[in-house]
């Protein structure tokens, strides 16, 4: 396993990486899997060889959620993504990333959220914000409803209405604050309640992740 973390820094880094992704789009995706022709991305060869070894079910889902990660972090420089896996390696972090990512890929139950995953660690690569925000976001977006993150991309302070089922989950994920209570117009039951507000974290995943 530990082989297996850090094949994913190793990948971000890697020329194979960006030459494999730019040939091969979702539609060919799977026939790409089976064929071999991603084994030259390191995580991907590295995975590949440890589930031909014991049989694994659901290779081929997450196969497309780490390709899938991988195309966002790989909208950054070739130079952004050396120095990031630089700076693991300096700070002795580089397989405790790699494990925190792959476990989080594997448990996401969709194919938007590791999109998501990528743009993140992509801004952090980029220097628009520090590793240990990062690494908390890529956390909480694991935890939440893929759909509900999307009430965040247009999202305005205030009481949410009809949305507030969906505000309050995430609030509860640690997306938005609670900023007291409107006391709303009788005429209008939706007009009052909690006021939500949007949080640091919050604004760092529409930013950079929506």
């Not at 890697?14 to 979702?26: F, H, N, Q, R, Y």
């Not at 990031?84 to 594997?106: P, S, Y």
Request: proline share 2%.
């Amino acid at each position: 396993m530990s082989k297996l973390n850090a094949a994913l820094p190793a990948s971000i880094a890697s020329k194979e990486t960006t030459t494999a992704l730019a040939t091969v789009g979702d539609a060919a995706l799977d026939a790409a899997i089976s064929s071999g022709a991603l084994d030259g991305v390191p995580i991907l060869g590295a995975a590949t060889g440890i589930w031909r070894a014991h049989k694994e079910i659901g290779q081929q889902l997450f196969t497309r959620k780490v390709v899938r990660f991988l195309r966002e972090t790989n909208q950054t420089t070739d130079q952004e993504r050396i120095d990031f896996v630089d700076r693991l390696k300096a700070e002795g972090k580089t397989e405790d990333f790699g494990e925190a990512i792959l476990l989080i890929l594997d448990r996401l139950d969709d194919t938007v959220k590791p999109v998501i995953l990528g743009r993140l660690v992509a801004a952090h690569i980029r220097g628009d914000m520090d590793y240990d925000k990062m690494m908390r976001l890529t956390s909480i977006v694991s935890r939440c409803y893929a759909e509900d993150l999307e009430l965040l991309r247009n999202f305005s302070d205030g009481v949410q209405g009809e949305k507030t089922l969906i505000a309050e989950s995430l609030l509860a994920a640690g997306l938005l604050s609670n900023g007291g209570i409107d006391g709303g117009d009788f005429s209008d039951p939706l007009a009052g309640g909690i006021i939500f507000n949007l949080n640091e974290y919050g604004d760092l995943l529409k930013r950079f992740g929506l």
